[in-house]
């Protein structure tokens, strides 16, 4: 029933910008935690950025003061705002949204760097 669709995803050229959305839909209630993960091709899934209650966002030191997650509760939708881009950012980006007794993973968008 629950679903994340996820957008955004693109090719751009190094030093530019993109906004990933990963919206829910169905029935899901108490949203605990919002992630973005990225998974590069021959290498493991990493947190890429997340946000837990009302707590700091946190984020995977290689993108630090260039990512920015935000959401918006009501709406059930969580954002990536990625700047700088550099070609080791290319990866698929999924969202993932955990209640306090499941998580959920959406389709993962592709997101390319390169000149």
């Known amino acids: 029933q629950v679903q994340l669709v996820e957008s955004g995803g693109d090719l751009v050229q190094p030093g530019g910008s993109l906004r990933l959305s990963c919206a829910a839909s169905g029935s899901i209630f108490s949203i605990y935690t919002m992630a973005w993960y990225r998974q590069a091709p021959g290498k493991q899934r990493e947190l890429v950025a997340a946000?837990?209650?009302?707590?700091?966002?946190n984020y995977a030191d290689s993108v630090k003061g260039r990512f920015t997650i935000a959401r918006d509760n009501a709406k059930k939708t969580l954002y990536l705002q990625m700047n700088s881009l550099k070609p080791e950012d290319t990866a698929v980006y999924y969202c993932?949204?955990?209640?306090?007794?499941?998580?959920?993973w959406g389709q993962g968008t592709q997101v390319t760097v390169s000149s």
């Open positions: 993932n949204f955990r209640t306090l007794t499941e998580g959920y």
């Open positions: 946000v837990t209650g009302l707590t700091s966002p």
